[in-house]
């Protein structure tokens, strides 16, 4: 069993990631914690804890964190995610709260009592990531692991230059770059090829209860056909931490720019490693077939289990 911690924004694809970690039986889900992103944190906390109990996660905590940027103002994507942060899905609401404190707290302390223990996966702006290697800069070395959906060496999303995830708080990802782990980095590189193509969402229909998040959710942000749709993002950090092989990866240095006009939020990689040693492994590609093969399986795992 792999322990994961999950710091995420839902958020469709969010969404998409927690249910292949529910779907993988060698993960062991440790928390939840959520963060101002895709939309506000009362959303993605709302979605989390309503995430939580659809897919059937059990008394997980799930713990909210940070409202918005270190020193940013806001900035959101409900036009690609919906004004309730998961599209055209509608899952029944909570029954459960919160767990009691804040998301850096957990995270410190969870990692704290579990040295080496349990990977960190960070999904959404990195502002809780931040916050709490800067409360406690140990983290750094009682992470197993610290694993990333954001940024990208060739483009951006949100301006030419940044990912959403990046731009929305680019201080806290300097911060998190600059911790001294080695931070494995899924950019849109690699997450632009995981595509739901038609004859993908034909496998999630039959699913059951779990086809109402993820045939709604796939199609939301973009229009499926034969070759070509949406990506799923978030789902190919867990997807690297199930398996590592599925991504050609390779160490840069990764820099942050956090003052340029136009390129804010740009993760600067440099392969030939002229500003040091390397501080990041970044996914080049991906198996898409392997990639499949994989998170369908778990869906289909899931959803047999839940009906």
Not at 119 to 140: F, H, K, M, Q, S
Not at 183 to 189: E, I, N, R, T, Y
Not at 207 to 217: D, Q, T
Not at 218 to 240: L, M, N, R, S
Request: charged residues 20%; proline residues 6%; aromatic residues 6%.
């Amino acid at each position: 069993m792999t322990k994961v911690l999950i710091d995420c924004d839902p958020g469709i694809d969010d969404a998409l990631a927690l249910a292949l970690v529910a779907g993988t039986p060698a993960l062991e889900l440790v928390g939840i914690t959520t963060v101002g992103g895709n939309v506000d944190l009362a959303l993605t906390t709302a979605n989390a804890l309503a995430l939580r109990e659809f897919l059937d996660l059990g008394d997980v905590p799930v713990i909210p964190g940070s409202a918005g940027a270190l020193v940013r103002p806001t900035v959101r994507a409900a036009d690609i995610h919906g004004l309730s942060g998961l599209g055209d899905a509608v899952l029944p609401p909570a029954t459960r709260p919160v767990s009691d404190g804040h998301a850096v707290d957990f995270i410190v302390e969870t990692l704290r009592a579990a040295p080496g223990e349990i990977t960190l996966v960070a999904i959404g702006p990195l502002t809780n990531i931040a916050l709490a290697v800067r409360r406690e800069p140990r983290v750094v070395e009682w992470a197993r692991d610290f694993v990333i959906m954001g940024g990208a060496f060739t483009r951006g999303n949100t301006t030419p230059a940044a990912e959403f995830n990046i731009f929305a708080d680019p201080e806290a990802a300097a911060i998190a770059f600059d911790a001294g782990w080695t931070v494995k980095m899924l950019g849109l590189d690699v997450t632009l090829t995981a595509m739901v193509t038609s004859e993908l969402l034909d496998r999630m229909r039959p699913l059951g209860r779990l086809s109402e998040l993820l045939v709604p959710a796939a199609q939301f942000y973009g229009k499926v056909t034969a070759d070509d749709g949406p990506a799923i993002h978030d789902a190919c950090a867990v997807a690297y931490v199930i398996d590592p092989s599925l991504f050609t990866c390779v160490p840069a240095r990764v820099n942050v720019e956090t003052v340029g006009r136009h390129t804010s939020g740009m993760t600067v990689t440099d392969f030939k490693l002229r500003d040091g040693r390397p501080n990041a492994l970044v996914a080049t590609s991906l198996d898409v077939k392997r990639f499949w093969e994989m998170v369908l399986g778990a869906y289909e795992g899931l959803g047999g289990r839940l009906g």
